[in-house]
């Protein structure tokens, strides 16, 4: 069974930082471009940050040098830490898993919020 479980969200002031978490399960976790989206209340889900096995990184431009994504393959873990945080940043991160050989093999997480505000 897989499974994406985020953590860390939660509520800091502009200017901020917060780290977010997401432990994978159930997957071969080197065959997976895992990434970040987020949703804004009455906007559509966006990309956030993506990252291959091979060391490659995508970011949107919106957080791009405020945002950095890694993966530890050890711990079949992709963090996202967010530096120099923005109201508009505030949205459900969700994490996701895409299996390079299949479009079937497209997984999210449940969803952590992040709220910017003072």
């Known amino acids: 069974q897989v499974q994406l479980v985020e953590s860390g969200g939660g509520l800091v002031q502009p200017g901020g930082s917060l780290r977010l978490s997401c432990a994978a399960s159930?997957?071969?976790?080197?065959?997976?471009?895992m990434g970040w989206y987020r949703q804004a209340p009455g906007k559509q889900r966006e990309l956030v940050a993506v990252?291959?096995?091979?060391?490659?990184?995508n970011y949107a431009d919106s957080v791009k040098g405020r945002f950095t994504i890694s993966r530890d393959h050890a711990k079949n873990t992709v963090d996202l830490q967010m530096n120099s945080l923005k109201p508009e940043d505030t949205a459900v991160y969700y994490c996701?898993?895409?299996?390079?050989?299949?479009?079937?093999?497209?997984?999210w997480g449940q969803g952590t919020q992040v709220t910017v505000s003072s």
């Open positions: 996701n898993g895409r299996y390079i050989f299949s479009a079937a093999g497209n997984y």
């Open positions: 159930g997957i071969s976790f080197s065959y997976y471009v």
């Open positions: 990252s291959t096995s091979g060391g490659s990184t």
